[in-house]
Nanobody, 124 residues
Framework: QVQLVESGGGLVQPGGSLRLSCQAS????????VGWFRQAPEKEREFVAAINWIGQSTDYAPSVKGRATISRDNAKNTLYLQMNKLRPEDTAVYYC?????????????????WGQGTQVTVSS
């Protein structure tokens, strides 16, 4: 089992940037596929980005492609999400998640472990 704790959220102006982090502890982080999801008020949780166990393969939602970069440092048991050119519609609680499957997946149901989330608010 792995425990996940997100950080790095906050209030940012449109066009700004944020880097979210997800610190993992517990079982071997490097064996998991990991990803980021987000949930805005009154909306369903949606996929943002994912990265495979070794960091060689990534996948992005069309809404963030070109503005987001997912990465991981297995030596530090940490997952990152760099978000640039933020828009008001990026406002949501961002969750990191880990999957027993080592390859990235966009399906939330395939992730076994979830963090508590970090709030990102994009507003002027």
């Amino acid at each position: 089992q792995v425990q996940l704790v997100e950080s790095g959220g906050g209030l940012v102006q449109p066009g700004g940037s944020l880097r979210l982090s997800c610190q993992a502890s517990g079982r071997k982080f490097s064996t998991y596929g990991v990803g980021w999801f987000r949930q805005a008020p009154e909306k369903e949780r949606e996929f943002v980005a994912a990265i495979n166990w070794i960091g060689q393969s990534t996948d992005y939602a069309p809404s963030v492609k070109g503005r987001a970069t997912i990465s991981r440092d297995n030596a530090k048991n940490t997952l990152y999400l760099q978000m640039n050119k933020l828009r008001p519609e990026d406002t949501a609680v961002y969750y990191c998640a880990a999957s027993d499957f080592g390859d990235p997946t966009v399906q939330a149901t395939e992730y076994n472990y979830w963090g508590q989330g970090t709030q990102v608010t994009v507003s002027s």
